[in-house]
């Protein structure tokens, strides 16, 4: 069975760190792109970053100075770093693998002083 586990969510405060994890148990996920979403309160899942099997990386403006999405194919896994998070970073960050129809169960990330 196919998952996708996300892990590393928390409060933090305002300025702070988190690093997101998203686990898959396909190996031959490795050369799919992985991106990541999130969904605030009231509002739709939003795309915030991807990365292509070959380590291509995009971001949403608004978080391409503070996050960093990165693979690590020896343990089938793709990890957020997010830096100086602000209020409006509040949200569940879900991982998803791009084309296919797997996604995590989601992890919240509340940043609040």
């Known amino acids: 069975q196919v998952q996708l586990v996300e892990s590393g969510g928390g409060l933090v405060q305002p300025g702070g760190s988190l690093r997101l994890s998203c686990a898959y148990s396909?190996?031959?996920?490795?050369?799919?792109?992985v991106a990541w979403y999130r969904q605030a309160p009231g509002q739709e899942r939003k795309w915030v970053a991807e990365?292509?099997?070959?380590?291509?990386?995009s971001y949403l403006h608004s978080v391409e100075d503070r996050f960093i999405i990165s693979r690590h194919n020896d343990r089938n896994s793709v990890d957020l770093q997010m830096n100086n998070l602000k209020p409006e970073d509040t949200a569940v960050y879900y991982c998803?693998?791009?084309?296919?129809?797997?996604w995590g169960q989601g992890t919240q990330v509340t940043v609040s002083s």
């Open positions: 998803t693998v791009l084309g296919t129809k797997y």
């Open positions: 396909e190996m031959a996920f490795s050369m799919n792109t």
């Open positions: 990365i292509t099997g070959g380590g291509t990386t």
